[in-house]
T-cell receptor, first 116, second 111 residues
Framework: GAVVSQHPSWVICKSGTSVKIECRSLDFQATTMFWYRQFPKQSLMLMAT?????????EQGVEKDKFLINHASLTLSTLTVTSAHPEDSSFYIC????????????FGPGTRLTVL | GESVGLHLPTLSVQEGDNSIINCAYS??????FIWYKQESGKGPQFIID?????DKRQGQRVTVLLNKTVKHLSLQIAATQPGDSAVYFCAENIQGGKLIFGQGTELSVKP
């Protein structure tokens, strides 16, 4: 099946710093990618839709100035958590539809962010 | 005091038994549904999907049932194995690939 990768797999940072997370589709092109956040023992919550060539669209309650999304190419989307605080500590996961005429989406392995 | 949202429903089954995991979805206009398996520290893994014009679909050892009348999905796993232990999420495609996930069920398989 299609493969989506994320980098880094985990990151620890100090409060107030910014962290960039990459999401790549390895064997297919994705004009759209999605970013989710997952707190421990909870479900995945959609944060935003990353669109190649245009601005990301954010879900209600997600601060676009805090979670910067850039869809740099057809295989790469980045999520930057700016001025991170401990409450931003979470598991961040991206997904991408394969665009093969189905709605099947593949998820990345996730990035564990810990803000001290 | 009790913490809201920190307790996943759990299902414990004996190895070899069949498992049934249930899910309620919210949007009657949703036309595509997916079941995902998530192991600890990993991203969700696609298991099986179903479109709203169907009420049943079978895969290898898994079956998904869809009841649109009551907005209910179920995932049946036959001959459950220890490797099936994970958290299972249903998801509904609401618009253009956006997925809304259910709360999840933690499946524990006893050898």
């Amino acid at each position: 099946g299609a493969v989506v990768s994320q980098h880094p797999s985990w990151v620890i940072c100090k409060s107030g710093t910014s962290v960039k997370i990459e999401c790549r589709s390895l064997d297919f092109q994705a004009t759209t990618m999605f970013w989710y956040r997952q707190f421990p023992k909870q479900s995945l919550m959609l944060m935003a839709t990353s669109n190649e060539g245009s601005k990301a669209t954010y879900e209600q309650g997600v601060e676009k100035d805090k979670f910067l999304i850039n869809h740099a190419s057809l295989t790469l989307s980045t999520l930057t958590v700016t001025s991170a605080h401990p409450e931003d500590s979470s598991f961040y996961i991206c997904s991408a539809p394969t665009g093969t005429g189905t709605d099947t989406q593949y998820f990345g392995p996730g990035t564990r962010l810990t803000v001290l | 005091g009790e913490s809201v949202g920190l307790h996943l429903p759990t299902l414990s089954v004996q190895e070899g038994d069949n498992s049934i995991i249930n899910c309620a979805y919210s949007n009657s206009a949703s036309d595509y549904f997916i079941w995902y398996k998530q192991e600890s520290g990993k991203g969700p893994q696609f298991i099986i999907d179903i479109r709203s014009n169907m009420d049943k679909r079978q895969g290898q050892r898994v079956t998904v049932l869809l009841n649109k009348t009551v907005k209910h999905l179920s995932l049946q796993i036959a001959a459950t194995q220890p490797g099936d232990s994970a958290v299972y999420f249903c998801a509904e495609n609401i618009q253009g690939g956006k997925l809304i996930f259910g709360q999840g069920t933690e499946l524990s398989v006893k050898p």
